[in-house]
């Protein structure tokens, strides 16, 4: 299965600080790697018109009509999948992570996801910027995402 990631509304590539904020320049977003934080997948910078990654993932079907999605980019354990976005700045030759936003598959609609089972694709489509003009972060659910089984 593909689970595709389109998201818009990227808040740029600097973000000025505020309470509890310190803000941040060079701003990028990716897809973290399952248990590789470091491990980024096709950094896109903050002020690009839109960010798209494609994942290969494996999908099973479980006896109670739902689903398990895994792959090298999905995180955490069965009934808890997610992808993190990882929010990063560089640091010389490395990105420095300062926040990630949680895009939980188990929000996925049942019967998107049953769908999805069927065409081999899943998409979530996404602002990444929050209420606060900030890069998006924490759990991400609808409305926030939307997901469907088609390009």
């Given amino acids: 299965m593909e689970l595709r990631i389109e998201a818009v509304d990227l808040p740029g590539r600097e973000c000025g600080g505020g309470p509890g904020f310190p803000g941040y320049r060079d701003i990028h977003v990716a897809v973290q790697r399952r248990g590789r934080p ?13 960010a798209r990654w494609s994942l290969e993932c494996a999908a099973k079907r479980l006896p109670d009509g739902g689903a398990d999605i895994t792959g090298r980019y999905v995180q955490g354990g069965p009934g808890g999948r997610f992808v993190y976005l990882n929010w990063v700045t ?8 300062f926040r990630r936003a949680k895009l939980l598959l188990t929000a996925v609609d049942e019967d998107v996801l049953a769908e999805a ?17 900030h890069p998006l972060c924490a759990a991400v659910r609808p409305p926030l995402v939307t997901w469907s089984a088609t390009a």
Avoid: F, M, Q
Avoid at 38 to 44: I, Q, R, S, T, Y
Avoid at 90 to 97: E, I, K
């Fill in 38 to 50: 470091a491990e980024l997948l096709d950094p896109h910078p903050g002020d690009a018109a839109r």
């Fill in 90 to 97: 560089r640091d010389g030759d490395a990105w420095s992570l």
């Fill in 117 to 133: 089972l069927d065409t081999g694709l899943l998409v979530a489509r996404l602002g990444l910027t929050d209420a606060k003009g």
